[in-house]
């Protein structure tokens, strides 16, 4: 038997360490699991984002941070500090010889499968803001979390509208938030939370909508108030902030990368995920409170002016009317959505370009959703690597096994492929098509 | 009726000729129309060295009013060389066009900085081809699909083939997960499933699955000519701004029964990510968002069968060979031909018939390294 030594077999992907376990999230659950599995005597890497690349939460990655974040964000080592202070179990799990890799996000996870079957075994990507690597895991234990659900209510895309994650993030991890007076959007107890933690930190509040309303978030540039309607009259209140607390949902984006089901389960969020042989999801990422955005998401989505997907300009009319983006200057269908038969949303999105920016639709996700299951619950939009939006150079600094690079060709490296279709093909002793020479590959 | 089996940009193609010109057609397709490699690959329309350039050339600047949708097809293409052996084979590439009559013309490092300002010191030169071209791929499969309904065809989603009915040297039927449908004729144009059901019916069309990959950044300020690559990279700017590359290993796959393996990436998207840093070091701070993968398949010799069949007769069977997006104007009028008058009479098709496979060794996958690893 020959080999093909274009294809992925037998090339290596280098590892910067292998773990028994590794823990994706540094919150309550994740220093648990990692703990745990230390004390079980196992070799065990801790990772969590935190203290984040303030370029990304300028992208409001992972959370909806609305640009209320102060200049302190930009000390990296002493946002550091903040954290291990703000989770003292970081510190537990340090003496218990669990590594704790600070400031390291999880961009992709690799399982080998009948779909990748040349990978030597399960990878996790990392990186930091400088660099790409890989760590070689047993076991991995998702602890991602959850997300800010965005409502597309009027206003809702100016500077100082934040999610409740994003508000929680900046007030108590990173001591960061810039803001002096807000407005509380959201009925549940995730609303109560972020009120309560404003009134410990001496946060005016301006106002606590509970209830889906006709409302405007106002303001030229950036916040400036909220405007509502209460009992039949419009009542207005001024603030620089506004924290949308109506719902979370399970971060699942590793979970689906590796290739977990994801089922919906309004009981818990919205999509979940199951875990599968070698994945663990726990805490908030494994299911959250039970969905409560629905008469929010109804009331904003049924206006055809709402901003749905902000990075790429998406109008909830654009996507009812599957209208292609703006730069074509083109009508969708007739037909609108139903030209397209059983919706899913990777195809609506493909078509209307709804969460296909640089958000990796974090903002637009659960908005889409709703929209596009009007009629039967659609299945989830996949999540894709790189799981955070990383520049080129940090990508491109990943080891790369030399016998990758060297028979690196451009498309599958068949000689005759190339040669004109009209004439027949050379004779080749064993390749049928023939193979590029190593150097002919390189085009 | 003629039976398309397969909504991959192949299949839609034909049925919009053939549509066109007043035939019966219905598309059947297992899963969602251009779902696959049809919809997701990196949209070059630029192939000299097949039968149908000429007639691909010809056609891509009218698909957008033919099909009454936008395909975002924008002509010409720019080729970006970083060392004297590159360049090299870029120029013999070249020269497969300008043998036809399509003009090239040599870039200095200046020209190339002044096209595209993320070329670095590393760029030696490149060439203009004021042929060619780049569309996207998902836009261009669903506006043939929409084109299709529009001219009285039918369309069928979520609908598998699990084989022909055959009476009297003929295809009588296509029978699918939905029931049977009668049939006048039948293009079997399943892209990896081709091998799979055309042996159903005692004909062996060998392909071979494979997974291939593409990464792409946040969008950039838009170039004049956005179809611009090299490298050991295909790709471009999208008329968004964002930059789409593919290229390097590939994994030979087995199908999944009827389904077709997921399109997984893997650590490759970072060797993607270097090669497109090299070539456009001004981009390096460029975000990558996303990634994706593509399940294409490859006859032996990397050539498309576009064969009307001899038993039954009135059947054709279309493989692009995993070269299919960019040629499907072409590929798709030529099937058509195929299907109604027997014969395609603006190319020459005579080296892409199934026959020349007649004498390969059954285990032409493993002596070739094209079989999947095992699990």
Redesign the interface.
């Known amino acids: 038997m020959s080999s093909d030594p274009t294809s992925l077999a037998g090339k290596e992907f280098p590892l910067r360490g292998r773990f028994a376990t590794v823990v994706v999230g540094a919150g309550e659950a994740g220093i648990t699991a990692a703990l745990a599995a230390a004390e079980a005597g196992q070799s065990v890497l801790l990772v969590d984002e935190h203290p984040l690349d303030p370029g990304l939460m300028g992208m409001d990655i992972p959370w909806l941070f609305g640009g209320r974040l102060d200049a302190a964000v930009q000390n990296q080592a002493r946002m550091e500090e903040r954290i291990v202070a703000a989770r003292p179990g970081l510190e537990a799990a340090m003496s218990a010889g669990v590594e704790v890799a600070l400031g390291t996000s999880a961009w992709g996870g690799f399982l080998r499968s009948a779909s990748s079957r040349a990978l030597a075994g399960p990878m996790l990507g990392l990186a930091d803001r400088r660099s790409a690597w890989l760590v070689g895991f047993e076991r991995i234990v998702v602890a991602t979390g959850a997300r800010d659900v965005v409502v597309p209510l009027p206003g809702w895309t100016l500077p100082g509208v934040m999610g409740a994650r994003g508000f929680d993030a900046a007030l108590r991890l990173y001591g960061a938030f810039a803001g002096q007076r807000i407005a509380v959007l959201g009925g549940g107890v995730l609303a109560a939370g972020v009120a309560a933690a404003a009134r410990a930190a001496g946060i005016g509040i301006a106002a606590e909508i509970c209830a889906a309303a006709p409302l405007r978030i106002e303001g030229a540039v950036e916040v400036e108030g909220i405007a509502w309607q209460e009992g039949g009259a419009w009542r207005q209140a001024a603030c620089d902030t506004v924290v949308m607390a109506i719902d979370t949902v399970p971060n699942l984006e590793l979970p689906d990368l590796l290739g977990c089901p994801i089922r919906w389960d309004p009981a818990r969020g919205g999509f979940v995920p199951e875990a599968m042989p070698g994945v663990q999801v726990v805490g908030d990422a494994a299911g959250t409170a039970p969905m409560a955005r629905a008469g929010w998401m109804a009331a904003a989505l049924a206006e055809p002016h709402a901003v749905v997907c902000a990075c790429e300009e998406v109008l909830a009319g654009d996507l009812r009317a599957l209208r292609p983006p703006r730069y074509l200057g083109a009508e969708g269908p007739e037909a609108g959505l139903a030209a397209l038969g059983p919706l899913n949303q990777d195809q609506v999105k493909r078509l209307t370009r709804a969460g296909m920016g640089a958000c990796q639709g974090r903002r637009c996700r659960d908005a889409v959703h709703a929209l596009v299951s009007a009629e039967r619950v659609a299945p989830h939009a996949s999540h894709r690597a790189p799981l955070r939006p990383l520049p080129l150079s940090v990508l491109a600094a990943l080891e790369e096994d030399p016998a990758l690079r060297a028979n690196w060709t451009g498309w599958f490296g068949i000689a005759a492929q190339w040669l004109p279709h009209w004439e027949p093909v050379p004779e080749h002793p064993e390749f049928i098509g023939g193979r590029l020479t190593a150097e002919d590959a390189g085009k | 009726m003629i039976v398309i089996v397969g909504g991959g940009v192949t299949g839609l193609s034909t049925a919009f000729w053939l549509s066109r010109q007043g035939h019966p057609v219905t598309v059947v397709e297992k899963g969602?129309l251009g779902?696959e490699a049809s919809?997701r690959n990196g949209g070059g329309c630029t192939h000299p060295?097949?039968?149908l350039f000429r007639e691909e050339q010809r056609l891509w600047p009218m698909m957008d009013e033919m099909l009454g949708?936008?395909t975002?097809w924008r002509p010409f293409r720019i080729k970006v060389a970083l060392d004297e052996?590159?360049l090299d084979?870029?120029w013999k590439?070249t020269r497969?066009a300008t043998d036809q009559g399509f003009a090239a013309e040599a870039l200095d490092r200046a020209q190339l900085r002044e096209l595209c300002p993320w070329v670095g010191p590393a760029a030696i030169g490149g060439i203009f081809w004021r042929y060619g071209g780049h569309a996207n791929p998902?836009?261009t499969s669903?506006a043939y699909a929409?084109a299709v309904e529009r001219q009285g065809g039918r369309i069928l989603?979520?609908t598998t083939v699990t084989g022909l009915r055959l009476a009297g040297g003929r295809a009588v039927a296509v029978e699918t997960s939905a029931g049977e449908i009668g049939c006048d004729a039948v293009v079997l144009a399943a892209g990896p499933h081709t091998a799979q059901l055309a042996e159903r019916f005692g004909h062996r069309i060998p392909v071979a699955p494979?997974?291939?990959e593409i990464m792409v950044?946040?969008?950039l300020p838009l170039l004049a000519h956005g179809g611009i690559d090299g490298n050991?990279?295909?790709g471009r700017q999208t008329?968004?701004g964002n930059l789409a590359y593919g290229?390097?290993?590939?994994?030979?796959?087995?199908l999944?029964g009827d389904a077709t393996?997921?399109?997984?990436?893997?650590?490759?998207?970072?060797?993607l990510?270097?090669?497109?840093?090299?070539m456009?070091p001004g981009?390096?701070?460029?975000?990558?968002?996303?990634?994706?993968?593509g399940i294409i398949e490859?006859t032996?010799?990397?050539?498309?069968i576009l064969d009307r069949l001899t038993d039954p007769d009135n059947v054709v069977v279309a493989t692009m060979?995993?070269?299919g997006f960019g040629l499907s104007p072409a590929s798709g009028r030529a099937i058509a031909q195929l299907v109604a008058q027997g014969a395609c009479d603006f190319a020459?098709l005579?080296?892409?018939k199934a026959a020349?496979f007649g004498n390969?060794p059954l285990d032409?996958r493993?002596?070739?390294?094209?079989?999947?690893?095992?699990?």
């Open positions: 969602i779902w919809g060295y097949s039968p949708h936008p975002e052996g590159q084979r870029l590439s497969l998902q836009r669903q929409w989603q979520h494979a997974r291939a950044t946040e969008p050991g990279l295909y008329l968004r290229g390097g290993p590939h994994e030979w796959l087995d999944d393996p997921r399109a997984v990436n893997t650590p490759v998207v970072a060797s990510a270097r090669r497109l840093a090299e456009f981009a390096a701070h460029a975000r990558v968002i996303r990634s994706w993968g490859n032996p010799d990397g050539r498309p060979s995993s070269v020459d005579s080296q892409l020349r390969l032409w493993a002596r070739q390294g094209w079989e999947a690893l095992p699990l």
